[in-house]
């Protein structure tokens, strides 16, 4: 099983950028996914996660900001960030929770993508 998130970049404070994270392999379930983050010199905190499209958990400094989505038929996960700030400056990786044939239930991680916004 492999996570591939996607679609970091540079932004200007108040704008928007999409995040990608896609899963492969011999997957049989996806109990849940995420998103991370770990800014320069501060530990990785968590921004958002979803179990189904209507549970979902986000950071108090993300809410009103941030929609995190899923697409099962895709093993795909989303996250929509708008009016972005500086402090959201960080690298940011996607976590899943999955049960994948033979080998059963395990956490993943992704490579992270780097996300800027200048002020």
């Known amino acids: 099983v492999q996570l591939q998130a996607s679609g970091g970049g540079l932004v200007q404070t108040g704008g928007s950028l999409r995040l990608s994270c896609t899963a492969s392999?011999?997957?049989?379930?996806?109990?849940?996914m995420g998103w991370y983050r770990q800014a320069p010199g501060k530990q990785r905190e968590l921004v958002a996660e979803i179990v189904s499209p209507g549970a979902t958990t986000y950071a108090d400094s993300v809410k009103g900001r941030f929609t995190i989505s899923l697409d099962n038929a895709e093993n795909k996960m989303y996250l929509q960030m708008n009016s972005l700030l500086p402090d959201d400056t960080a690298v940011y990786y996607c976590?899943?929770?999955?049960?994948?044939?033979?080998?059963?239930?395990?956490?993943?991680w992704g490579h992270g993508t780097l996300v800027t916004v200048s002020s």
């Open positions: 392999g011999s997957i049989f379930r996806i109990n849940g």
């Open positions: 976590k899943a929770s999955i049960v994948a044939y033979i080998i059963g239930t395990d956490d993943y």
